[in-house]
């Protein structure tokens, strides 16, 4: 979906801001890029909707290079989260939403309808909310509006820079578990700039972490607590995320399919790199997930595949009778 290949970002007196960025994010992923201040997360995010440009290296989208676009036609198709929400104060919250649809000519039904479904699913009442400005509302709600209005015109790809940064813990928490929310409905290749680990490991499929303009470790959350490449990444995530039962590959408890299965599914599909902390929210409200790579439906997970596999995992540990 988004790849990375050789990417490097110089300031004008030659310092590196990243430098030989290589990795791709896949297609309907959650991929947070996270690290210390100054190590170059926000350029390497600005640098995907052109906002920066790059020194060297190509970034490709869907296997375009992001130069070959026109800026504006690029930019129409990436919705863009800030942590200064910059909502037009004299437009009503419906009209804020509507801005970039209306650029690319939709009908007026087909916007409202819009503005309705993602309002009601970002827990905001369209009868309550769409006719007020943005000074009357939370500055949890209006962070709120700000998602809705980057999913409006359903672009393929979401950035974020640190969309929750400035709001208090309660409102933080509430838009995080919206995120997850959003996330499981609408299947958006996202790109999550944070400085938060605990928020990082909630929200992503994958995590990027970056020191000083480069990438040092990526992977899944469990990946990561459980394999730290070195002694930087064990600290930045912290030794109390840390839990073995959870470093497991969905390969591990997946169930095959056969033909007719995989041309009838119609359960939630999830990407083969979903961390285990999201499949067990999946399944706190699905039966059955389907699991695929590449664009192919490759298995499947239940619950009662989970229950099994744990129960399997703690008896061979000796814990069962604990």
């Not at 676009?69 to 930019?75: A, P």
């Not at 419906?94 to 801005?99: C, D, L, P, T």
């Not at 970039?100 to 993602?118: A, D, Q, S, Y």
Request: hydrophobic share 40%.
């Amino acid at each position: 979906m988004i790849n990375f290949k050789n990417v490097s970002k110089m300031y004008p007196d030659g310092t590196p801001a990243v430098e030989s960025l290589n990795f791709e994010i896949n297609q309907g992923e959650f991929f947070v890029i996270i690290g210390p201040s100054g190590c170059g997360k926000t350029t390497t995010l600005k640098m995907i909707n052109r906002l920066i440009p790059l020194s060297d290296g190509t970034i490709t989208i869907n296997g375009k290079d992001i130069k070959e676009y026109d800026v504006h036609e690029l930019r129409w198709n990436i919705g863009y989260v800030l942590q200064q929400i910059a909502l037009f104060p004299h437009m009503t919250i419906e009209e804020n939403i509507m801005v970039v649809p209306e650029m690319k000519k939709w009908g007026r039904e087909k916007m409202k309808n819009r503005v309705r479904e993602l309002m009601e699913m970002a827990g905001l009442e369209p009868d309550t909310y769409l006719d007020r400005r943005p000074s009357e509302l939370s500055g949890g709600q209006q962070q709120r509006v700000g998602v809705i209005r980057a999913l409006a015109a359903d672009p393929e790809i979401i950035l974020m820079d640190e969309p929750f940064s400035a709001l208090d813990p309660i409102s933080r928490e509430k838009l995080q578990d919206d995120m997850m929310e959003l996330k499981r409905n609408l299947k958006k290749t996202t790109v999550f700039v944070t400085h938060d680990m605990q928020e990082a490991l909630k929200l992503a499929d994958r995590i990027c972490i970056m020191k000083g303009g480069r990438v040092v470790q990526i992977g899944t959350p469990g990946e990561l607590m459980n394999h730290p490449v070195n002694d930087f990444v064990e600290e930045f995530v912290g030794k109390k995320y840390r839990n073995p039962m959870f470093d497991i590959h969905l390969t591990e408890i997946m169930l095959p399919m056969n033909e007719k299965e995989r041309s009838q599914a119609s359960s939630i599909v999830v990407p083969i790199s979903t961390s285990w902390k999201g499949i067990l929210e999946f399944l706190s409200e699905y039966d059955q997930l389907i699991v695929e790579k590449n664009g192919e439906k490759i298995g499947l997970v239940n619950r009662q595949a989970v229950i099994h596999y744990f129960s399997t995992k703690l008896q061979d540990r000796g814990l069962a009778n604990e």
